[in-house]
């Protein structure tokens, strides 16, 4: 199923509120100014900082 477009546009970074961008693999959400990857977990993005992976 996947990300839907309209969501991406509107979700931003918890840590700095910056844009964040779906990965290559789509497994996650990247935000390159903190150097975070939010997860995807049944096609539903954890905006959790204390659930971030470091890039």
């Known amino acids: 199923m996947g990300?839907?477009?309209e969501l991406l546009d509107i979700l931003v970074c918890?840590?700095?509120k910056g844009d964040i961008e779906l990965s290559e693999e789509e497994d996650?959400?990247?935000c390159k100014?903190?150097?975070l990857k939010?997860?995807?977990k049944n096609?539903?993005?954890v905006m959790?900082?204390?659930e971030a992976?470091?890039?």
């Open 43 to 45: 096609d539903i993005p």
């Open 33 to 35: 100014a903190c150097r």
């Open 3 to 5: 990300i839907d477009k």
């Open 53 to 55: 992976l470091p890039l």
């Open 14 to 16: 918890p840590k700095c």
């Open 38 to 40: 939010y997860p995807i």
């Open 48 to 50: 959790l900082i204390d």
């Open 28 to 30: 996650s959400l990247d």
